[in-house]
């Protein structure tokens, strides 16, 4: 009798194993200590629905508005130049421009350069002429195509790309000097998402730091958050949306205007 007590004990001790392993499991699960942000960015331009502001990058900047004043009165004064000006000036050509505008390219790196480019109704003078030199030096159609952007000049290549970095990050070292901290950057994928992981809680500044182009206007953003301890899946559930649009619930100063006309060559 006695073993057939001990032998039921047994079993149904077995059974709660598991039950016991999920309950120590859940207690001992970590508290998140750092902060997440789910970024998505968008704009509204005319009476058309919302886009989405894809393969643009932000950053995340210790502090609040107020105190990142300086900061964004140097962001709203940098001088700009938008991407159709300074190619213009330049004297690149129309199908160039186009391309560039149709890819929301700021250099020619950001795409892989088809053959409809190099020939046709669609052909880029500048592409041609690179190709073409690629053919002397590469031998073969397809190395030519594939590494015609070493044979263009540099300014064309990434002048306005390198100019825009230039800028973004002489306002970068302004904010890490004032703020003694690294500023974080991320770049938004084709959705207009993008995501801040591993931050330390507290209040922050995030923002384009030098004007973004959509279609008809510029727009430059300086947003605050504060960041609180959370995991993923908890940022999952609440992006932090940015938009040109106002949001009483989101605190935000935005620069908006239309794109500049270019002076004539």
């Not at 190099?118 to 690179?130: D, K, M, N, R, T």
């Amino acid at each position: 009798m006695k073993l057939k007590i001990h032998r039921a004990a047994f079993l149904f001790s077995l059974l709660l194993f598991p039950f016991a392993l999920i309950f120590v499991g859940r207690a001992q699960t970590p508290q998140a200590t750092r902060g997440v942000i789910r970024l998505k960015v968008k704009y509204k331009s005319g009476p058309a629905p919302a886009k989405e502001l894809s393969r643009k990058r932000f950053f995340l900047i210790k502090g609040s508005l107020a105190e990142n004043k300086s900061l964004i009165d140097a962001m709203t004064a940098s001088p700009t130049t938008s991407r159709e000006c300074y190619y213009r000036s330049l004297g690149a050509s129309e199908a160039l421009i186009k391309w560039l505008r149709e890819n929301d390219c700021e250099s020619v790196y950001c795409r892989e350069i088809e053959e409809k480019y190099l020939s046709g109704a669609e052909a880029v003078p500048e592409f041609q002429a690179a190709y073409n030199q690629g053919l002397r030096d590469f031998k073969t159609p397809e190395l030519a195509r594939r590494w015609l952007t070493v044979n263009l000049p540099a300014d064309i290549r990434a002048g306005f790309y390198n100019q825009q970095q230039k800028a973004i990050d002489a306002l970068v070292a302004q904010a890490e000097a004032a703020t003694k901290t690294r500023v974080m950057s991320v770049m938004t994928d084709r959705k207009g998402t993008a995501y801040l992981t591993d931050i330390e809680p507290g209040t922050y500044t995030i923002s384009n730091l030098v004007f973004s182009e959509t279609e008809k206007t510029s727009i430059l953003w300086a947003c605050e958050k504060e960041v609180k301890a959370a995991d993923l899946a908890v940022a999952m559930k609440k992006p932090f949306t940015l938009s040109n649009e106002k949001d009483p619930k989101v605190k935000c100063e935005i620069v908006e205007g239309p794109l500049p006309a270019c002076a004539s060559r």
